[in-house]
C-alpha cells in the first residue's frame, strides 16, 4: 500500500519548536501540489499549509507567521517547521497530496504541546 511516512513529532512546552518530515513514495513528487494536515481529538482534519510544485505556499490562519512548509524534490521529502507553538497546536500531524489527488493516509505523527 503506498502512503506517505510522517515522522518529527513530539512533546514541547508553549513557545517550542519542532520540524516534521514527509516521505511520499508512489507519486511524482516534484510535480504534485504537497499539504500537511492536522487532527485534534473530536475535531475535523483542517489543512494548515500547502506548498506547490513551484515552491508557492499558503497557511491557514492559525499557522501563518509560526509555521514554514518546505520541500525537498531530490528526496522525495517535504517538512513543516512549526515555531511559537501553542497548546491549540496538539494535534495529530500527517501529510498528503493536494494536488492531482491525494494518496492513503499514513499513521501520522503526533505533536503534544503542554507545560
Known amino acids: 500500500q503506498v502512503q506517505p511516512v510522517e515522522s518529527g513529532g513530539g512533546l514541547v512546552q508553549p513557545g517550542g519548536s519542532l520540524r516534521l518530515s514527509c516521505a511520499v513514495s508512489?507519486?511524482?513528487?516534484?510535480?504534485?501540489?504537497l499539504g500537511w494536515y492536522r487532527q485534534a481529538p473530536g475535531k475535523e482534519r483542517e489543512l494548515v499549509a500547502e506548498?506547490?510544485?513551484?515552491?508557492?505556499?499558503d497557511y491557514a490562519d492559525s499557522v501563518k507567521g509560526r509555521f514554514t512548509i518546505s520541500r525537498d524534490n531530490g528526496r522525495g521529502t517535504m517538512y513543516l517547521q512549526m515555531n511559537s507553538l501553542k497548546p491549540e497546536d496538539t494535534a495529530a500531524y500527517y501529510c498528503?497530496?493536494?494536488?492531482?489527488?491525494?494518496?492513503?493516509w499514513g499513521q501520522g505523527t503526533q505533536v503534544t504541546i503542554s507545560s
Open positions: 498528503n497530496v493536494v494536488f492531482p489527488y491525494p494518496t492513503s
Open positions: 508512489g507519486i511524482r513528487f516534484s510535480l504534485a501540489r
Open positions: 506548498i506547490r510544485s513551484g515552491g508557492t505556499t
